[in-house]
């Protein structure tokens, strides 16, 4: 079983529309990541969480430590989100342990 | 803005060859680490390097792998004989602090022939 869960694998959305993605982990961890890959493969860090919520722009990034569980919210998607957006732990220090990433493709 | 800049973009090299990926991280960041993506697949760590020794390495990162920082500036992954299997996009990351936000490079995607 994979330590980090990614869900959905892909998703189409239409222009406009409001994203969520899922991400789950069943170990103990001292921050979790929101990455973007964009399609020609440069990986970009959106947030760092250990607790709550954090906000910049039309990304929202939240994170239940009870539950083991993280969203990435898009609101009013646009082509240009179109990437892989990977979730990724940190377990105490060092280095991240990534899940299978979510690819997003947004439509006009 | 700071970035992480990796060399080259793209190699393409012969089975049994050494290969040398060029990093430089932001300039005041302490840890440093190499990832690697197989085409489809997701992104594995391989090692982390803090106050000029390894501080951590995965199982990938075996005897034909070694990271070095040989001017304070530079981070190299070189990769002594490769094999088919190390076809992979690498990547260099670096970051202040140990659980801080991490910086990527955009990849050196290796081919081997």
């Known amino acids: 079983k994979n330590e980090v869960e990614q869900s959905p694998q892909n998703l189409t959305a239409q222009e406009g529309e409001f994203i969520t993605i899922n991400c789950s982990y069943s170990?103990?961890?001292?921050?979790l990541h929101w990455l973007q890959q964009h399609p020609g493969g440069g990986i970009v860090s959106l947030f760092m969480l250990s607790s709550g919520k954090k906000k910049h722009g039309r990304l929202i990034a939240t994170i239940n430590i009870q539950e083991k569980h993280s969203s990435l919210h898009i609101t009013a998607s646009h082509p240009r989100d179109s990437a892989v957006y990977i979730c990724?732990?940190?377990?105490?220090?060092?280095?991240?342990?990534f899940g299978t990433g979510t690819r997003l493709q947004v439509t006009l | 803005e700071p970035e992480v800049t990796q060399t080259p973009s793209h190699q393409v090299t012969q089975m049994g060859q050494e290969v040398i990926l060029r990093c430089v991280p932001i300039s005041n960041h302490l840890y440093f680490y190499w990832y690697r993506q197989i085409l489809g697949q997701k992104v594995e760590f391989l090692v982390s390097?803090?106050?000029?020794?390894?501080?951590?390495k995965s199982e990938i990162f075996d005897d034909q792998f070694s990271v070095e920082r040989p001017d304070g500036s530079n981070f190299t992954l070189k990769i002594r004989s490769t094999k088919l299997e190390d076809s992979a996009m690498y990547f260099c990351?670096?970051?202040?602090?140990?659980?801080?936000?991490?910086?990527f490079g955009e990849g050196s995607r290796l081919t081997v022939l």
């Open positions: 990724a732990v940190n377990r105490g220090a060092s280095k991240l342990t």
């Open positions: 990351a670096s970051t202040w602090g140990n659980t801080g936000e991490l910086f």
């Open positions: 170990v103990g961890i001292s921050a």
């Open positions: 390097f803090y106050n000029n020794e390894i501080s951590e």
